[in-house]
């Protein structure tokens, strides 16, 4: 069964705070993404990866970095935490090919105060 | 221009209405595949489907079936008899040939079946 994990369900940080946000998948993925979700703007792409130490930008990356440092695990890193970065952050995994189906972790639903 | 859009932005139905979602997509590849995704309260976004653009075969799992048409470039999704636990926000979604993988969502639908 796919399966991707993402470290904290919810988290309350401070503004200023450097927040680590982790994805590990088990399915052996090559393409890996972060995602944040907010009311009324659906989903938007903050970066991706398709291989270790490779990423690319997504539609909304100012504000975030992101680290692949081994094929299974990718992390979005909120250097300064903002109240403006309070969301929804869903981490997705999918094979190489660009119809892969694209598997989602349950989210880690931040609160920047 | 690649877009999808979910004009429904929210549906309420009683238990064992039939109900359908409905997605029109955009794109100028003639290779792409659609997506339907379900995001239950807890959040997780949940895949259902896929379907790649030469095959217009309508399917059917379950209670869920899935008409697609690129004569009209939809690709509605159908629950029969809904029940309470479909309650959810759907998510149709295009990913093409160069587009690297990265899925284009609609906005979403709010489903809430009501008992």
């Known amino acids: 069964d796919v399966k991707v994990t993402q470290s904290s369900r919810y988290l309350v940080k401070r503004t200023g705070e450097k927040v680590f946000l982790e994805c590990v998948q088990d399915?052996?993925?090559?393409?890996m993404f972060w995602y944040r979700q907010d009311p009324g703007l659906g989903l938007r792409l903050i970066y991706f990866s398709y291989d270790v130490k490779m990423k690319e930008k997504g539609d909304i990356p100012e504000g975030y970095s992101v680290s692949r440092e081994k094929k299974e695990r990718f992390s979005l890193i909120l250097e300064s935490a903002s109240t403006n970065q309070t969301s929804m952050y869903l981490c997705a995994s999918s094979g190489i090919a660009f119809q892969e189906t694209q598997y989602f972790g349950p989210g880690t639903r931040l609160l920047v105060l | 221009a690649q877009k999808v859009t979910q004009a429904q932005t929210e549906i309420s139905v009683v238990e064992k209405e039939d109900v359908t979602l409905d997605c029109v997509y955009e794109?100028?590849?003639?290779?792409?595949?659609l997506f339907w995704y379900k995001q239950p309260p807890s959040g997780e976004l949940v895949f259902l489907i896929r379907?790649?653009?030469?095959?217009?075969q309508n399917e059917i799992s379950g209670r869920y079936s899935w008409n697609f048409q690129k004569s009209t470039s939809s690709f509605n999704f159908t629950i029969t008899a809904s029940q309470v636990v479909d309650s959810a926000v759907y998510f149709c979604a295009l990913v093409y040939g160069g587009s690297q993988g990265n899925l284009i969502f609609g906005k979403g639908t709010k489903l809430s079946v009501k008992p």
């Open positions: 379907r790649n653009s030469f095959d217009e």
């Open positions: 399915m052996d993925h090559e393409n």
């Open positions: 794109t100028r590849d003639t290779t792409y595949y």
